[in-house]
């Protein structure tokens, strides 16, 4: 099993900036790739983010690609997300994920291995 605790979000402004972090536990970290998804009121989770299990292989979504940084620190199982440039449509619970396989992380969300509880973003326009 992994466990997967996200860092609580929080409230900011349009055009603000945001870290998320995830810790993980339980496995090897480096054995998994690590994605940031989101959902939105009423919405499908959607991807955010991924990178494979090095970190050489990083991939986003257009909305936002120029916005958004992962990354992460094998040594200390963690998973960042810094938001930059935030919009109010950027408004969602941020999901952070474990996978072998970033093809997974990318593709379908439903074969993910394993999920954080969430943390919430809110953007004030």
């Known amino acids: 099993q992994v466990q997967l605790v996200e860092s609580v979000g929080g409230l900011v402004q349009a055009g603000g900036s945001l870290r998320l972090s995830c810790a993980a536990s339980?496995?090897?970290?480096?054995?998994?790739?690590m994605g940031w998804f989101r959902q939105a009121p009423g919405q499908e989770r959607e991807f955010v983010a991924a990178?494979?299990?090095?970190?050489?292989?990083?991939y986003y979504a257009d909305s936002v690609k120029g916005r958004f940084t992962i990354s992460r620190d094998n040594a200390k199982n963690t998973v960042s997300l810094q938001m930059n440039s935030l919009k109010p449509e950027d408004t969602a619970v941020y999901y952070c994920?474990?996978?072998?396989?970033?093809?997974?992380?990318?593709?379908?969300?439903?074969?993910?291995?394993?999920w954080g509880k969430g943390t919430l973003v809110t953007v004030s326009s």
């Open positions: 994920a474990a996978d072998p396989s970033i093809a997974t992380m990318k593709a379908d969300y439903n074969g993910i291995d394993y």
């Open positions: 339980g496995r090897t970290f480096s054995d998994y790739a």
């Open positions: 990178t494979s299990r090095s970190g050489a292989i990083i």
